[in-house]
């Protein structure tokens, strides 16, 4: 079954500090993957996507993610956090070949704390 | 450039109301919608998706109903609320051969 976890329900990292949060997936084939941020009571911002090609994919806010095939991973990095990174990060696949469905499956999230 | 609309931000409805959120594409013609629904703040459960007018599919039989009366418009409804229903509804829009999807700045729905 198509699944996506993100293992850390949260992640704290002092200002300054570089940051990671986790994904892995099980999707057959070559999937599309996703990642998106939420503030607090605000709809969810995209951040990057991994379609093909180089697997170090650079997004918004300084954000990068590199996508790992072997390991089926999905991380989200950036190298030097700041306070106002602190938010909700939902990581999400889609497999390209499932028909006109096509949805994206979603990780649980992960509640990212950058301390000052 | 394109923009999504939901509204309202916020809502309280006793149980038993009906309910109606509204979610509006600009900028771009024949989208993707989906209705979702956040509970306690984390993971996201998707309700309804429509690839097109009058064409809904339900992910998960509950309380709730979609429809799509025009092409950009696609709007959440239930007859009778339970208190089970609160939660936070986000709208979403994407290309039909797009890849990422862009949501509204949601709905936080109290029933009480």
């Known amino acids: 079954a198509q699944s996506v976890a993100q293992p850390e329900d949260q992640v704290n990292v002092a200002e300054g500090n570089p940051l990671t949060v986790k994904c892995t997936y099980s999707v057959s084939g070559n999937p599309y993957l996703f990642w998106y941020v939420q503030y607090p009571n605000r709809g969810l911002q995209f951040l990057l996507k991994?379609?093909?090609?180089d697997n170090l994919v650079k997004g918004s806010y300084g954000f990068e993610a590199e996508f790992n095939k072997s390991q089926t991973s999905f991380h989200l990095k950036k190298p030097s956090a700041l306070v106002s990174d602190s938010a909700l990060y939902f990581c999400?696949?889609?497999?390209?070949?499932?028909?006109?469905?096509?949805?994206?499956?979603w990780g649980l999230g992960t509640s990212l704390a950058v301390n000052p | 450039s394109q923009t999504i609309h939901q509204w309202p931000a916020t809502l309280v409805q006793p149980v038993g109301s009906p309910l109606s959120l509204e979610c509006t594409v600009e900028?771009?013609?024949?989208?993707?919608l989906y209705w979702y629904r956040q509970a306690a703040g984390r993971g996201l459960q998707l309700l309804f998706y429509?690839?097109?007018?009058?064409?809904i599919s339900s992910e998960v039989p509950q309380n709730l109903s979609a429809s799509r009366p025009q092409d950009r418009q696609f709007i959440l409804s239930s007859k009778k609320l339970l208190l089970s229903d609160s939660g936070f509804y986000l709208c979403?829009?994407?290309?039909?051969?797009?890849?990422?999807?862009?949501f509204g700045q949601g709905t936080r729905l109290t029933v009480v």
């Open positions: 979403a829009w994407k290309t039909g051969g797009g890849t990422e999807a862009f």
């Open positions: 900028g771009t013609s024949n989208p993707n």
């Open positions: 991994y379609i093909t090609g």
């Open positions: 999400a696949v889609r497999d390209p070949n499932a028909g006109n469905n096509r949805k994206l499956i």
């Open positions: 429509s690839v097109g007018i009058g064409q």
